[in-house]
């Protein structure tokens, strides 16, 4: 992975969150956390500017990940990664804004490979013609 990417991860268990961690570390990513969708949302206006994609969890405490999506659309463009230990057809994700989606568990391949494709998708985006 490229240096100076930082991800926004969005996750609730705390072991889930430590091997999402462990990951993005194994991959030389730069991350922030947070564990529900108004910490993130937070995160999001704070730190827009610094954050390269968002990995977000469906089910968090209060405001779920499609609430938290919804509410991210309405201010940022940034890549979406949703991830889910339940099954919801890709189509639902896609169709509210994210551009990813993971079903836990996931394995380091699994995510590399979303990264990979999205930052360098973006990368591709912002450069002039």
């Keep these: ?13 705390e ?3 430590a091997v999402m961690k462990s990951m993005l570390r194994h991959l030389k990513c ?51 990664i949703m991830t889910s230990g339940e099954s919801i057809p890709q189509e639902v994700t896609k169709h509210i804004g994210a551009q990813g989606f993971l079903a836990k568990p996931f394995s380091i391949g699994n995510m590399e490979d979303e990264l990979i494709r999205l930052l360098h998708k973006k990368e591709k985006d912002s450069k002039p013609l």
């Design 30 to 80: 730069d991350y922030i956390e947070a564990k529900t969708g108004h910490e993130a949302l937070r995160q999001i206006y704070e730190r827009e500017d610094d954050i390269s994609l968002i990995i977000l969890d469906y089910k968090l405490p209060g405001m779920d990940g499609i609430q938290c999506l919804q509410h991210i659309r309405r201010v940022s463009k940034k890549p979406v």
């Design 15 to 17: 072991c889930v969150l």
């Design 1 to 13: 992975m490229e240096k100076n990417q930082l991800i926004l991860l969005v996750e609730d268990e």
